[in-house]
Antibody, heavy 124, light 107 residues
Framework: QVHLVQSGAEVKKPGASVKVSCKAS????????VSWVRQAPGQGLEWMGW????????NYAQKLQGRVTMTTDTFTTTAYMELRSLRSDDTAVYYCARGGPLTASSTPDAFDFWGQGTMVTVSS | DIQMTQSPSSLSASVGDRVTITCRASQGISNYLAWYQQKPGKVPKLLIY???TLPSGVPSRFSGSGSGTDFTLTISSLQPEDVATYYC?????????FGRGTKVEIK
């Protein structure tokens, strides 16, 4: 069965960086994209970006361009999301999800499996 | 970017009622529309994809319809376990925008 297991909660100061991991199992890691979604307290879902595990192509939400980097390690079947220059409004639960297209030109998939979420708190 | 407008933002209905949530895209997205259910304190769950396809295990009281710009999620007979926030999402191309959500409560 498909599992996405994320790293634990983080508390960071403004200006710092955070890197969240997402360990995938139960499927062929390189056959699906991985997307990242965040949810601020009491708010809705915000798509952050996508990475093709197949070829490393990425597409980031415009508001996060320059601050976010998504990567994967196919040997450990782990996806990573790093967010830099953290601000208080980055406080949120961060989710990884299997979904998006395999490559930029592939038919896209909905987000069918999700990680358990990682709480990132940004506070001085 | 294409905007996704969901309505209503919240609703309260009785057990057994038929519930309908709508989602409108600002431009056509064919049938690349998904619905997610997020129960309080839980992880979002894929409820419907390709506008009307239910993944395995989703109860048949849930259904989706629409194509192009206008989409609907219907719960044919609301159950207590359906209390949740429901989100639509376009996934034809980036950005894969979510709607703002519809909170469903029991009256």
């Amino acid at each position: 069965q498909v599992h996405l297991v994320q790293s634990g909660a983080e508390v960071k100061k403004p200006g710092a960086s955070v890197k969240v991991s997402c360990k995938a199992s139960g499927y062929t890691f390189t056959s699906y994209g991985v997307s990242w979604v965040r949810q601020a307290p009491g708010q809705g879902l915000e798509w952050m970006g996508w990475i093709s595990v197949y070829n490393g192509n990425t597409n980031y939400a415009q508001k996060l361009q320059g601050r976010v980097t998504m990567t994967t390690d196919t040997f450990t079947t782990t996806a990573y999301m790093e967010l830099r220059s953290l601000r208080s409004d980055d406080t949120a639960v961060y989710y990884c999800a299997r979904g998006g297209p395999l490559t930029a030109s592939s038919t896209p998939d909905a987000f069918d499996f999700w990680g358990q979420g990682t709480m990132v708190t940004v506070s001085s | 970017d294409i905007q996704m407008t969901q309505s209503p933002s919240s609703l309260s209905a009785s057990v057994g009622d038929r519930v309908t949530i709508t989602c409108r895209a600002s431009q056509g997205i064919s049938n690349y529309l998904a619905w997610y259910q997020q129960k309080p304190g839980k992880v979002p769950k894929l409820l419907i994809y390709a506008a009307s396809t239910l993944p395995s295990g989703v109860p048949s009281r849930f259904s989706g319809s629409g194509s192009g710009t206008d989409f609907t999620l219907t719960i044919s007979s609301l159950q207590p376990e359906d209390v949740a926030t429901y989100y639509c999402q376009k996934y034809n191309s980036a950005p894969w925008t979510f709607g703002r959500g519809t909170k469903v409560e029991i009256k």
